[in-house]
Structure formats: structure tokens, C-alpha cells
T-cell receptor, first 111, second 113 residues
């Protein structure tokens, strides 16, 4: 079974721009979660989508948004980028009561 | 708000020694996970602990869960250099807090020859 894939792997943007990251879950998984990892704040939950609906949301500003398509692929968007948005963005998918499987991540640098 | 605390945050061990990493969490949950992260890489799933008293072992690592004490441990037996990595515990709040995984700060393990 192919794992979780994320594109792009690396991204450089400037302040004020917006960015869209993509995640394809493991085949058959309907839940996709997004996390942000920074040296200062650690790993933080952004949001989760299940069957095209946002099921849970972390404590992030409205500049962070996401969506899920009918094939379970998910995108997250960050508008009006700030320097502090520089991070590793991880996507994870899961089936039922098993663990969340993480993709390789997208490393975003905001200049 | 669910809080997850790990200790120690940094651990330097000699090869062949044993040690335990502790993970405390603040609210009721029956789903706890352990992950490993190598530098510059993503998270690799190690263990899923789904009930009180659960114990799982893989190679030199053994994880346990005490839901009454809200404590999980990751025990390392006869450490080898290949175990050097950062280890995270995470609690799933799907049934309780409306969040998914809340992670501990991570324990950076270095195994020295």
C-alpha cells in the first residue's frame, strides 16, 4: 500500500503571499489531519477532514484553511504568510482505530 | 485543554544501558501513540496503545499505558546507536477534546558508543 504523499516537499515564499499544500492519504483512509511543526511550538494540530467535512480544528488563525475532495485528497491553504509560518507541515491519514500515518511533510520557508 | 508532558526532554545514554521515557497527560483518553522522528524526517509510528494496561514491544522498545494514572512509558532495553532519534508521545482527543493528536514536547535521545 502506498503511504501518505505530500506536495510540494519544499517551498519558499515571501511575507504576504499565500500558499497551498497538498496531501494524498493512504488508499481507503477517509480522515486527513494537518499538523504544524516548529522548533518553538513543537507539533500542533491544525485541522482534520473526514468525508469532505472539517471534523476538528486546532487553535490557529483563520488564515489557515483547508478542504478535502471526494477522493479524500486534502489541501491546506495559508493566506497572508508571516515569518512565523515557516515550519514543517505534516499531513496524516488514518482508517478506524489505528494510528495516524504521517506523510514526509512540506517544509515551508517564509522570507 | 489537553496537555501532554514528556520527560526527560534530553537523554544521553551509553550503548547497552536501559532507560525509560515518561509521558503524562492531563485528561481522560484511551488512545495513546508513540512516534519516532529522525532529523529532517517525518514521524514514524512505533506503538498504538488503546486500553488500560496495554503493553507492546518491538525489538528493544516497550511501551505501556496506565489510563488511571494518565501515564505512558517507553522503555529502552540495551540501547544501540540506531535508536538515536526524537521520540514523541501523543494523545488522541477525537472522542473527548475535539482535537486529534496532542503531542508531548519530544525526548531527544542520543545513544553513545
Amino acid at each position: 500500500k502506498a503511504g501518505v504523499t505530500q506536495t510540494p516537499r519544499y517551498l519558499i515564499k515571501t511575507r504576504g503571499q499565500q500558499v497551498t499544500l497538498s496531501c494524498s492519504p493512504i488508499s481507503g483512509h477517509r480522515s486527513v489531519s494537518w499538523y504544524q511543526q516548529t522548533p518553538g511550538q513543537g507539533l500542533q494540530f491544525l485541522f482534520e477532514y473526514f468525508s469532505e467535512t472539517q471534523r476538528n480544528k486546532g487553535n490557529f488563525p483563520g488564515r489557515f484553511s483547508g478542504r478535502q475532495f471526494s477522493n479524500s485528497r486534502s489541501e491546506m491553504n495559508v493566506s497572508t504568510l508571516e515569518l512565523g509560518d515557516s515550519a514543517l507541515y505534516l499531513c496524516a491519514s488514518d482508517g478506524t482505530v489505528e494510528t495516524q500515518y504521517f506523510g514526509p511533510g512540506t517544509r515551508l520557508l517564509v522570507l | 485543554e489537553l496537555k501532554v508532558e514528556q520527560n526527560p526532554l534530553f537523554l544521553s545514554m551509553q550503548e547497552g544501558k536501559n532507560y525509560t521515557i515518561y509521558c503524562n497527560y492531563s485528561t481522560t483518553s484511551d488512545r495513546l501513540y508513540w512516534y519516532r522522528q529522525d532529523p529532517g524526517k517525518s514521524l514514524e509510528s512505533l506503538f498504538v496503545l488503546l486500553s488500560n494496561g496495554a503493553v507492546k514491544q518491538e525489538g528493544r522498545l516497550m511501551a505501556s499505558l496506565d489510563t488511571k494514572a494518565r501515564l505512558s512509558t517507553l522503555h529502552i532495553t540495551a540501547a544501540v546507536h540506531d535508536l538515536s532519534a526524537t521520540y514523541f508521545c501523543a494523545v488522541d482527543g477525537l472522542e473527548t477534546s475535539g482535537s486529534r493528536l496532542t503531542f508531548g514536547e519530544g525526548t531527544q535521545l542520543t545513544v553513545n558508543p
